[in-house]
């Protein structure tokens, strides 16, 4: 049984940091793609990040560039993202995601929602 589950929402003031985790049960993610969504109602989900937890590659949308750092922790089997210098427009609810399956180590991860398979229940970051 494959399980995601988010932490580490909250509210801050713009220019704060937050730091997200997401841990994975039911399989070892240690070579496959992983990644972080965020949604407001009424729109669509965008993809913000992804890892693929073998070759290390990563894949950031241009809104968060500089700002957000996603990484993975294979000990622990918990992907996290490191939110700096927050902005209001940063607001939503924030989910992880991953492809069970494997993947080769060269792969850059695709930020499409709909690759992923897998999905955790989400946590509310609210910024201002």
């Known amino acids: 049984q494959v399980q995601l589950v988010e932490s580490g929402g909250g509210s801050v003031q713009a220019g704060g940091s937050l730091r997200l985790s997401c841990a994975v049960s039911?399989?070892?993610?240690?070579?496959?793609?992983i990644g972080w969504f965020r949604q407001v109602p009424g729109k669509e989900r965008e993809g913000i990040a992804s890892i693929n937890t073998g070759g290390l590659s990563t894949n950031y949308a241009d809104s968060v560039k500089g700002r957000f750092t996603i990484s993975h922790d294979n000990a622990k089997n918990t992907l996290y993202l490191q939110m700096n210098s927050l902005k209001p427009e940063d607001t939503a609810m924030y989910y992880c995601?991953?492809?069970?399956?494997?993947?080769?180590?060269?792969?850059?991860?695709?930020?499409?929602?709909?690759?992923?398979?897998?999905w955790g229940q989400g946590t509310q970051v609210t910024v201002s």
């Open positions: 039911g399989f070892t993610a240690n070579r496959h793609c």
């Open positions: 995601a991953a492809d069970p399956q494997f993947v080769s180590r060269a792969l850059t991860c695709a930020r499409f929602a709909y690759v992923y398979k897998v």
